[in-house]
C-alpha cells in the first residue's frame, strides 16, 4: 500500500494547518503521513488548536509552526498533495514543489483571533469539524487509481458540498 504525503498549508502554521496535520494522520491510519507548514509561520502553535486536539484524543505535543520552505527544500519529503486551508496562503505565490503535487484550496474561518476564549474555543471546534469533514470524505477516494485531475477535482467537489 502506497503512503501519500500530504502538507497542509495556512499562513501562520498555528491553527487550521495543525489540525488539518493532526487529522489527516490520524484518519488516514497509515496511509496518509502529514504535515504543515505556513507562508509566515508564527512561530508558535495556538494552544486552543492543541486543547482541541487532545479534547479529541488527538494530542500532538510535538506540533511546531514552521515555513512551507522545509518543504520545497532538497531532502524534503516528496508531496503527494497540497490543501491550503487559509485564503491567505492560496492567494501566496508558493514554492515550487518538487514533483509538483495536487494542491487545492479548503478555505476554513481563521478561529485564532475569536474573542472571548469561549467563543474562540467553539470556533476552534468548528474548524475541527469542517476538517474532520472534508478530510474525511477525501480518503474515501481511490487515490492510488485516480489521475491528479480527478483527485483535484474531487477535493474541490468535497470543499464546495462541504460549504454548502
Not at 498555528?14 to 484518519?27: P, T, Y
Not at 491567505?88 to 474573542?115: F, K, M, N, R
Request: hydrophobic share 45%.
Amino acid at each position: 500500500m502506497k503512503t501519500f504525503n500530504v502538507l497542509v498549508l495556512c499562513t501562520g502554521n498555528s491553527a487550521r494547518s495543525i489540525l488539518g496535520e493532526a487529522l489527516f494522520n490520524h484518519l488516514g491510519n497509515g496511509r496518509i503521513r502529514a504535515f504543515s507548514a505556513g507562508s509566515q509561520p508564527s512561530g508558535t502553535v495556538n494552544p486552543v488548536a492543541l486543547e482541541t486536539l487532545a479534547a479529541h484524543g488527538l494530542p500532538l505535543p510535538e506540533a511546531r509552526s514552521k515555513s512551507w520552505d522545509e518543504f520545497a527544500a532538497p531532502g524534503a519529503p516528496a508531496l503527494d498533495f497540497i490543501f491550503t486551508v487559509c485564503a491567505s496562503a492560496a492567494g501566496e505565490a508558493c514554492p515550487i514543489w518538487p514533483g509538483h503535487p495536487a494542491t487545492a484550496h479548503w478555505g476554513i474561518a481563521d478561529p485564532a483571533h475569536v474573542e472571548p476564549l469561549a467563543a474562540r474555543q467553539a470556533a476552534f471546534e468548528t474548524a475541527y469539524a469542517e476538517l474532520e469533514k472534508r478530510i474525511t470524505a477525501f480518503l474515501k477516494l481511490p487515490l492510488e487509481t485516480l489521475s491528479t485531475a480527478a483527485i483535484i477535482d474531487a477535493a474541490r467537489k468535497i470543499h464546495s458540498e462541504a460549504t454548502l
